[in-house]
């Protein structure tokens, strides 16, 4: 029912929920965009959104794309989107952007990077602003990614700038997550600290014509070597490529398609997506209360409190109480 | 009263909070690890904890210390350290690691490089673990900062790994954000994207023995001539050094002071101090209603709401209120 909901549409320019999606699933690049910037604004307007598109999702392959600044990611993310795209593939991209919450936006470098496919329709990328929020990855990507593959993308690469907390949310939002590693960046001890061991699905040795790339592929077959597999675990793959001139990409490709089959083969497949949906009801649900928490009568006292709390007059727990009229 | 209570003490080897901080604050090491653990732990004690220093806090000068990996942090962190302690202040580092929730702490590394503090008892030094709790720094750091505070500690630094919304954190726990950087790690576009610009109070330019130092402090300059600074505003100043060999390391700390004079004469130590209480005590209030959703019928119904939405049979909206019974 609602699949009908998504095919007769008419034009998808105003704010109409159900336009704007059918616009999208026909193509439309305005009308997607609209979409995630309702996402990105936390619209009201999300919940029927959220409603009309249930039945339409479960159908993209979520591939996360991380790694440290400089290994050449975005490069990357662009080969990507060209190795699909000859492959007829509808692909979006969500770079998720890290920036500052004070410039509260995505900086042109990446938009730059990816401007061969600006005119494609069946390739949409966006540079996703978190505005500062913490945990607001945790919210809009995973609905973002709800829209683009309700609308028909066949692959989402989910790219997160940085090591850490954006690591490990990443790996709970994808289905693959492929870790580029990339020669002259830092002995592995930098490499374990990031906990891309632990995440990696696949990696891809970005600049593998560059000179130290053995020694990367060396490292990090001996740091696996270390690990301990099952018999029925996947063994994540090493795959050399050079992003900058498309080499080997067609092998990385077929490496995250294989994972995909694993996923799917070895039931593995629903149950990341099961942890994947619970943390995303969980962010909602926590967002809904926070709102609750911020219409009680204690939300406007949060500034006399603080100030309680910094002239040693009060502890952060009582003030706490005092908040949410405990 | 809460000040009497944290000078008579008694030994600090036990659970008793009171003993703890007594011990802590007359120097015991132990006594003050024990501390930091049920921090890390989010330990029920950290309500009395907390209420019987509330009046003694407010006096330690907390900075926070990011950067790019590789950039070298640890090494500046264990000069400071040093600095400070030929000037006989006592000084805690608290390296913020966000590493891999499989691993679920922090690797030797640090450590190691820290090793000659390791019998020093005016020196704190601990790499806590967020055990990839989204906002797990958000929570515990502010409350570790508040005991190394009311401990006693003059200096506490606050080191971060990565760049992202760590920056972003430790911009609004810290009195002083200074941000390391190096040449030889990426061009200008990933300094931007880290927003570090907007953040950072002091620039301590390291490894300025190697070449490319120039061309970095050139850089930087020209980023910070187009930013817009009112007449009362701070003007971040770029401080060369070279951490490995302790060059500069005297310059960096008088422009830490200077920053630190500058936050009390203008005010805006309050300011400061005031939102990241703010911050703090929403932390709080947040996790109490966390905890609280889970004591909900809802909760036990989580994986059966996710199993809903992932077959298309619900959406994540209404799965949230069915889960908060709203």
């Known amino acids: ?68 600044p400089g290994v050449g ?4 993310a ?9 492959h007829d593939h509808r692909i979006g991209v969500l770079a998720v952007d890290p920036s500052s919450p004070f410039t509260g936006g995505a900086l042109l470098g990446d938009r730059v990077r990816m401007q061969e496919h600006a005119t494609d329709d069946q390739v949409f990328i966006r540079s996703m602003a978190t505005r500062g929020h913490l945990g607001g990855l945790a919210q809009a990507t995973p609905q973002a990614l709800r829209i683009l593959d309700a609308v028909g993308f066949d692959v989402v690469l989910v790219e ?7 690591e490990v949310e990443i790996a709970s939002l994808a289905d693959t997550v492929l870790v580029v590693v990339a020669p002259g960046l830092g002995d592995s001890i930098q490499a374990a600290k990031a906990g891309i061991l632990e995440i990696a699905d696949v990696f891809a040795v970005n600049k593998s014509d560059r000179p130290g790339s053995q020694e990367v592929i060396r490292d990090l077959r001996t740091m696996l070597a270390m690990a301990s597999y099952g018999p029925s675990d996947w063994k ?16 990385l490709a077929a490496a995250i398609d294989r994972h995909r089959y694993w996923l799917g083969a070895s039931g593995r497949l629903l149950d990341r997506r ?3 949906t619970r943390e995303e009801v969980s962010a909602i649900a926590l967002g809904q209360l926070r709102q609750r928490a911020g219409q009680l009568p204690g939300a406007s006292r949060l500034d006399e409190l603080a100030e309680r ?18």
Chains 1, 2 share one sequence.
């Open 1 to 68: 029912m609602a699949e009908s909901r998504l095919t007769g549409s008419s034009g998808g320019r105003g704010a109409d929920p159900d336009a704007l999606i059918g616009a999208a699933r026909d193509g439309d690049p305005r009308a997607l965009a609209r979409l995630v910037s309702l996402v990105e604004d936390s619209s009201p307007q999300l919940r029927s959104i959220m409603q009309a598109i249930a039945s339409a999702t479960g159908q993209a392959h979520v591939v996360g794309l991380t790694g440290s």
């Open 73 to 76: 990611k975005s490069t990357l």
């Open 78 to 86: 662009g080969a990507l989107v060209r190795h699909y795209r000859d």
């Open 160 to 166: 997160t700038v940085g090591v850490g907390q954006a």
């Open 236 to 251: 994540p793959p090493l795959v050399p490529i050079a992003a900058a001139t498309g080499a080997g990409i067609g092998d």
């Open 274 to 276: 099961r942890a994947r």
């Open 309 to 326: 709390v910094c002239a040693g007059k009060l502890d952060p727990y009582s003030a706490a109480d005092e908040l949410i009229g405990g």
